[in-house]
Nanobody
Framework: QVQLVESGGGLVQAGGSLRLSCAASGSIFSINAMGWFRQAPGKQRELVAGIPTGSSTNYADSVTGRFTISRDTAKNTVYLQMNSLKPEDTAVYYC??????????????????WGQGTQVTVSS
């Protein structure tokens, strides 16, 4: 079982930056993927960025060019660097893990483990 703890959320003005961290209790070196999701009030949870093991990172269109996902396998930590923040980025951000072996299919990604979430609020 993988436990995930997010940190780094907060209140920031539009145009500002935040870096979210997700500390995993187990090794993230050999799992299929890690991802960051977000959920705004009244909206469905959406994938913001994913970092599969052995494959390219992927981003939602709305954050491409502004957000960067990365991971430090030595620290079992995944990061989400968020720049040029907009009020529409306001949401609870969740870290998630797909614990299956790298390259898993059917489905390609299945996020079984989730953190508790961290609030990001961007003021205009």
């Amino acid at each position: 079982q993988v436990q995930l703890v997010e940190s780094g959320g907060g209140l920031v003005q539009a145009g500002g930056s935040l870096r979210l961290s997700c500390a995993a209790s187990g090794s993230i070196f050999s799992i299929n993927a890690m991802g960051w999701f977000r959920q705004a009030p009244g909206k469905q949870r959406e994938l913001v960025a994913g970092i599969p093991t052995g494959s390219s990172t992927n981003y939602a269109d709305s954050v491409t060019g502004r957000f960067t996902i990365s991971r430090d396998t030595a620290k079992n930590t995944v990061y989400l660097q968020m720049n040029s923040l907009k009020p529409e980025d306001t949401a609870v951000y969740y870290c998630a893990a797909d614990p299956r072996p790298p390259g898993s299919v059917s489905p390609r990604f299945r996020y079984d483990y989730w953190g508790q979430g961290t609030q990001v609020t961007v003021s205009s």
